[in-house]
């Protein structure tokens, strides 16, 4: 009896090691060295923290997430390892242990994509509302005509909110905003809003195409849900007729 129980704690030690192996110390396909990919341009202001007074996170999701960073268009395995977006900052922190340790910065390569909790991410550039921006889009979609379909995740501190002056004011502490837009970018890196409304759909798509796609939302019964399978139907649409 005590040595079937001694063999049952060694069983449940071996596999807990193992587990922590797979977890803490990530294989990595053929793309051995992630270093490589690391972006030196941001390491002076690595990993910093929000100010303490400062309501909110500055990421996607807390914590580090189990990924993978995929070089498009190469030979390349996926390379898995653990995750972090810094929306604030624009950047994916990347480790090959699940706490984090050793983190370091991605480079912000065209060709690099990055996924995570069942989610896509490029960095991209693109004109949108008439300003240049660069920035991860998270891809719902890639259409015909080199058109995707995607959302920009942007993150600020807010200023201070001030109320009255009196002796039960005070100033708020500042928070972090979270700012969500649905975008379409053609192949030309030109974006327009396209939030999941019929309204907003019409509205931001160029005259010349709004009654060819009222009328596919209206024959095909689309609707604008939460699961994005309208919207990116309407998006496959009018990316296959526009010019």
Do not use: W
Not at 50 to 55: A, E, S
Not at 168 to 181: D, G, L, N
């Amino acid at each position: 009896m005590k040595k079937l129980i001694l063999t049952v704690v060694f069983a449940v030690v071996v596999s807990e090691g193992l587990a922590q192996n797979v977890s803490n110390n990530i294989t990595v396909g053929n793309l051995q060295d992630l270093n490589l990919l690391q972006n030196f341009d941001m390491i002076a202001g690595f990993n910093d923290q929000l100010p303490d007074d400062v309501v909110g996170t500055k990421y996607l999701i807390e914590g580090y997430n189990l990924g993978k960073v995929v070089i498009v268009d190469s030979d390349e395995k996926p390379s898995d390892c653990f995750i972090a977006y810094d929306v604030l900052k624009g950047v994916m922190s990347v480790s090959y242990q699940s706490n984090g340790a050793d983190s370091f910065y991605l480079t912000q390569a065209r060709n690099v994509e990055v996924s995570f909790d069942n989610r896509s991410f490029r960095y991209m550039d693109f004109s949108f509302n008439g300003i240049q921006r660069s920035n991860y889009v998270e891809l719902l979609a890639r259409l015909e005509k080199g058109f995707t379909l995607g959302v920009l995740h942007t993150k600020a501190i807010g200023n201070r909110d001030i109320g009255s002056y009196n002796t039960y004011s005070s100033a708020r502490a500042p928070r972090v905003i979270t700012k969500t837009e649905l975008v379409l970018i053609d192949k030309d890196g030109v974006a327009v809003n396209f939030q999941n409304s019929k309204r907003t759909v019409l509205k931001n798509i160029p005259d010349m195409y709004q009654s060819q796609v009222k009328s596919y939302i209206k024959s095909n019964n689309i609707r604008f849900q939460d699961d994005y399978k309208g919207l990116v139907a309407v998006a496959k649409y009018y990316a296959s007729i526009k010019n």
